[in-house]
């Protein structure tokens, strides 16, 4: 599952995990690879147009936010999760979107 992630990005993403920064997607992929198993409650999100990433379609780039809890594997403990990353238009692939930048704490 984590394999199909890949799609998702672009070699020059940037993506931050806890203060980490990543060279690429596939030091990304290796990583996720070794986290054990997590369950996400999702408690609340949003997401806002950023006009100045328009492209000549019309479509432009949207900023997500994420936040709840998960659990790594069996644990009962429950941790606070915030996420955000930029959806920006693809121009090789019209309708479609890649995460240009992630954050996640």
């Known amino acids: 599952m ?21 060279p690429g997607i596939a030091q990304y992929n290796d990583f996720l690879s070794n ?3 997590t369950s996400h409650e999702v408690q609340s999100f949003d997401c ?4 100045a990433t328009m492209n000549s ?3 432009c ?4 936010s994420v936040s709840g809890t ?5 644990s009962p403990v429950k941790r606070l999760f915030s996420h955000a990353f930029m959806l920006i238009p693809d121009i090789e692939k ?4 890649y995460i240009q ?5």
């Open 35 to 37: 986290l054990p198993s």
């Open 2 to 22: 984590i394999q199909l992630l890949q799609r998702f990005y672009r070699e020059d993403s940037a993506i931050l995990w806890n203060g980490n920064a990543f």
């Open 70 to 74: 998960l659990k790594y594997g069996d």
């Open 94 to 97: 019209s309708g479609t979107f």
């Open 48 to 51: 806002h147009p950023i006009p």
């Open 57 to 59: 379609q019309g479509a």
């Open 101 to 105: 930048s992630e954050n996640l704490r």
């Open 61 to 64: 780039g949207i900023l997500v």
